[in-house]
């Protein structure tokens, strides 16, 4: 493989950048695969690349109905985070961020990590309180947090509404400092070219049609090219999980939901990190370009449609402008939807299945895109040994029916929770 | 956006409902032993289709009665809707 250079740059400029190798090739699948991956999203491809990397697993296949990084990866706010209360979600995404910070270095792909912050603002005495205790935990956890007053907000954001008749003052908020964005398509392309370099399969176009179980194990795979034969295979399609469980005559708790974001048109630089609204679901930073990225709730009823309807970013984005009033002039540039897992307490499963040899990586709701690698190390650490490792035992199938809800926020499928 | 039509008030726009989840999931019988595995299939596990599903809405902002509806989530077609005693067909 080719490295990523200014030599190699400036090398490939005499022959006008033609003569670079492909950054991954297109493979027919075949007849048989230590490992399928179904799904080439983030989690996917991660969990491929960890497989061969951490594991020596190279025999592996990731099989994607339509083109890698089409999902949810291509579709998000793009914000890396870790400032979680629970110890299971704190300490599994706190393993991430150290995994964000080498990223780039350790793919040879610029994926553009900027730890520029993210701030929660708190709009009561009682958030305040909330927020203290949440800091608190995080500090146990080895992660950054500092609680800031009205004024250290103001000083942050200062373009925020911070006069004294709004329905929703400011009284400050807990900020991660070491939180950040990252270039979403970046990540998967990243993880992509290194998972082929190690001998891994990207296989695209390439739609998932059944499974072969018998004797409770399973066989094999059934795709729209051809039947292919494996032991282990690893579930990495959010959004389409019920789907496929469906056709294992699995019932999941997870139930599909359309989730919308948009971009406003770009604007000088005016917010350095991320705040989120502490008082409605409304989350905002500025890309790299300047547009300004805004996400929030769910439309709010099951959905496979990969659009959304107007009335909920209408809804989102009042709540925007009663934090910052300047939206109000913007012109929106995009909206999009991608679907997603919303599992039943808000976390994500990252788990073995009855079926001996099925893996499932799935319910990650708002927040799959900071998990992608931490998700795809568990994930395949869970695959190559057969077990879950201690970062993911929180993210167990059974925690619903045994009553240890993971309920951070209570972020489920239930849009009037969140 | 969906555009709901209420059994009792007639057509309606989405603003007016809330959502009400599955509406094919029942609870367990009343006095009788309820396992674990029954509870958890009420409380969390859902089918969630890509297609046809039979859902519950709630005209929240009209005659606040609960209704079914049965709707594609793909094209979100809404095919019919029902008061809560009548079966979808």
């Known amino acids: 493989m080719q490295k990523y250079s200014i030599f190699n740059l400036i090398k490939n400029a005499f022959s006008n950048h033609e003569k670079w190798d492909l950054a991954w090739k297109d493979p027919s699948p075949k007849k048989e695969y230590d490992v399928v991956i179904i799904g080439g999203g983030g989690h996917g491809l991660a969990t491929a690349y960890y497989l061969a990397k951490e594991h020596k697993i190279t025999n592996v296949a990731i099989i994607e109905k339509g083109w890698i990084g089409g999902g949810n990866i291509g579709r998000n706010t793009t914000i890396i985070r870790s400032n979680f209360m629970y110890d299971d979600n704190a300490r599994f995404n706190e393993f991430g961020m150290n995994l964000w910070r080498n990223m780039s270095q350790e793919l040879n792909f610029n994926v553009m990590f900027s730890p520029r912050g993210i701030i929660n603002l708190a709009h009561s005495d009682a958030q305040m309180n909330a927020y203290a205790r949440r800091g608190n935990s995080m500090r146990l956890n080895g992660i950054d947090a500092v609680l800031l007053n009205r004024e250290e907000v103001k000083k942050i954001i200062p373009m925020a509404d911070f006069s004294e008749d709004v329905r929703y003052p400011i009284f400050g908020g807990l900020a991660q400092p070491s939180a950040g964005t990252a270039r979403h398509d970046a990540v998967a392309w990243g993880y992509a070219r290194q998972a082929d370099s190690m001998g891994v399969d990207i296989i695209q176009n390439c739609e998932v049609t059944g499974f072969d179980v018998s004797g409770g194990k399973i066989q094999g795979v059934r795709t729209s090219r051809g039947d292919i034969k494996t032991k282990k295979i690893g579930l990495c399609v959010a959004g389409s999980t019920n789907v496929l469980a469906d056709k294992l005559n699995i019932t999941l708790p997870i139930e599909t939901h359309l989730l919308q974001a948009c971009v406003s048109e770009p604007v000088k630089p005016v917010l350095d990190g991320v705040v989120t609204f502490g008082a409605g679901h409304f989350y905002i930073s500025q890309s790299d370009k300047g547009e300004m990225v805004m996400g929030g709730d769910l439309d709010g009823y099951n959905s496979y449609a990969q659009k959304g309807n107007l009335p909920t970013i209408q809804h989102v984005l009042t709540g925007g402008i009663a934090l910052f009033p300047f939206l109000s002039r913007l012109k929106m540039l995009r909206t999009w939807g991608g679907i997603m897992d919303m599992s039943m307490d808000g976390s994500p499963i990252i788990d073995k299945t009855h079926i001996d040899g099925l893996y499932l990586n799935c319910g990650w709701c708002y927040g799959g895109f900071k998990s992608v690698p931490s998700s795809g190390w568990t994930f395949a650490h869970t695959i190559a040994q057969d077990r879950v490792h201690e970062l993911n035992e929180g993210f167990s199938l059974n925690r619903f029916s045994k009553g240890y809800l993971l309920d951070e926020k209570g972020l489920g499928t239930k849009t009037w929770i969140s | ?89």
């Open chain 2, 1 to 89: 956006m969906l555009y709901i039509k209420c059994p009792f008030c007639g057509y309606r726009s989405q603003k007016e409902f809330a959502y009400g989840g599955d509406g094919t999931v029942k609870r367990p019988e009343l006095n009788q032993d309820i396992s674990d595995e029954k509870w958890n299939e009420f409380v969390y596990l859902r089918k969630s289709p890509r297609g046809k599903h039979v859902e519950l809405w709630h005209h929240v902002a009209g005659c606040r009665q609960w209704f079914k509806v049965q709707r594609d989530t793909v094209t979100h077609e809404i095919f019919q809707t029902t008061k809560m005693n009548e079966e979808i067909k």
